[in-house]
């Protein structure tokens, strides 16, 4: 089935400009796409997530499973190279780990600030992203993604460094015992 009219009332959505605000909103998304799609494809909608779940398990979408497993990939990596660091029992990698990910995840357990980090995954998600994408524009797969990319910019437009460095010099200084 073709989401024809559904898809050309999706707004474009660019995450370089940062000051604009979005055109619609997860929430918005998500009541747009109920009025054009069936009782199955409405929940899938409507239970989108950026955290995938612990237990790869079908979503009914080979577009949002392979999404989903990269991402938990992506997640055990960082888990792995985080525990290694602190000299803790590793965590496993899932089969499916590809050179890729966990070069992803090294990049930005290396860099030094945590908003880099996250800008590099923010960038490294999105490409991803673009790789998984559809080809067929009208489909569900390419909501479903939109729906992704959506909360992808919705969530790195939330930080913000000035006060992220402030709560973290908080934290620091709290460990230290140096708290004003």
């Known amino acids: 089935m073709a989401y ?3 898809v ?5 959505i660019s995450s370089s400009d940062s000051k604009s605000s ?28 950026l955290v995938p779940p612990k237990q790869l398990k079908s979503t009914g979408s080979a577009f949002l499973d392979t999404w989903y497993e990269k991402e938990r990939n992506l997640r055990f990596a960082i888990a792995q ?12 990698l899932p089969p499916g ?8 995840a090294r990049t930005a357990v290396g860099m030094n600030s945590p908003y880099s980090a996250e800008q590099f995954l923010f960038d ?28 992808l910019i919705e969530r ?10 402030s709560a973290y010099h908080q934290i620091y200084d709290s460990i230290l015992g140096e708290t004003i």
């Open 22 to 49: 979005l055109p619609l909103n997860t929430k918005d998304f998500v009541e747009l796409c109920s009025r054009f799609v069936s009782e199955k494809e409405k929940k899938i909608i409507s239970n989108l997530s």
């Open 124 to 151: 490294y998600r999105l490409r991803l992203l673009n790789d998984l994408r559809p080809l067929d524009a009208f489909s569900i797969d390419a909501v479903y993604a939109y729906g992704i990319r959506l909360m």
């Open 4 to 6: 024809y009219y559904l």
């Open 81 to 92: 190279i985080r525990s290694q660091r602190m000299k803790k029992d590793a965590v496993t």
């Open 156 to 165: 790195i437009r939330k930080f913000n460094v000035e006060n992220g460095t």
């Open 8 to 12: 050309s009332q999706l707004p474009n």
């Open 97 to 104: 780990c590809t050179t890729d990910i966990i070069n992803a």
